[in-house]
């Protein structure tokens, strides 16, 4: 889903329910959390690891997003409307998820400021996040796209294998190679 910036009380609040009422589960790299096309309705909390969002089909995939340490998980239509997810979520490296329960979160919405306060942050994180995607790759080129990628990505990059940074880009394996060599050529650290 995403990642939210905030360390406020409120904040650790919310990190200390995922821990204490939710449940730890531990996944492999390429296991899957959610499968496309099946419903789910949890909100994870990842403590370790790194994930990516994938949309596909039996020729190719697609993906939407990268979520790392400290982000959010879940399926906004499969939590709220219980309609399939329309994207799988697959660990790219051995993880551990904080797992919340619908029945959970919804009690502490009901409950909690605290709880209705992340909400809706995380919702306005999330419909942010989504434009400036969509606007990326709808008017940028593969050069700024890569750009962007890279800002977005950067203490990560190393985590994410070229064949899915292609995925993430819209180019192929070749056209990642030589964006990179070009684009830290230009930009040396």
């Known amino acids: 889903m995403t990642q939210l910036q905030n360390h ?3 904040w650790a609040q919310i990190i200390e329910i995922f821990q204490n009422k939710g449940k730890l589960i531990k996944l492999r790299k390429k296991e899957f959390y959610a ?5 789910f309705d949890s909100i994870g909390y990842v403590k370790k690891g790194a994930f990516k969002l994938v949309y596909h089909n039996t020729k190719k995939q697609w993906i939407k997003s990268f ?6 998980l ?5 939590i709220l409307q219980k309609k399939p997810s329309t994207y799988s979520i697959i660990s790219i490296e051995t993880s551990e998820v904080f797992v919340l329960p619908k029945n959970v979160w919804k009690q502490l919405f009901g409950e909690e400021s605290s709880f209705q306060k992340f909400l809706i942050q995380f919702l306005t994180t999330l419909y942010l996040k989504k434009e400036k995607r969509v606007s990326d790759f709808l008017l940028l080129d593969a050069r700024h796209r890569y750009q962007e990628f890279i800002k977005e990505y950067y203490p990560h990059i190393s985590r994410i294998s070229q064949i899915d940074q292609a995925a993430y880009l819209g180019i192929t394996n070749v056209e990642v190679s030589r964006l990179r060599k070009r684009f830290f050529a230009n930009n040396p650290e």
């Open 8 to 10: 406020t009380d409120e």
């Open 74 to 78: 879940g399926s906004i239509p499969s």
């Open 67 to 72: 979520l790392f340490e400290g982000s959010f």
């Open 35 to 39: 499968k496309q096309n099946e419903s």
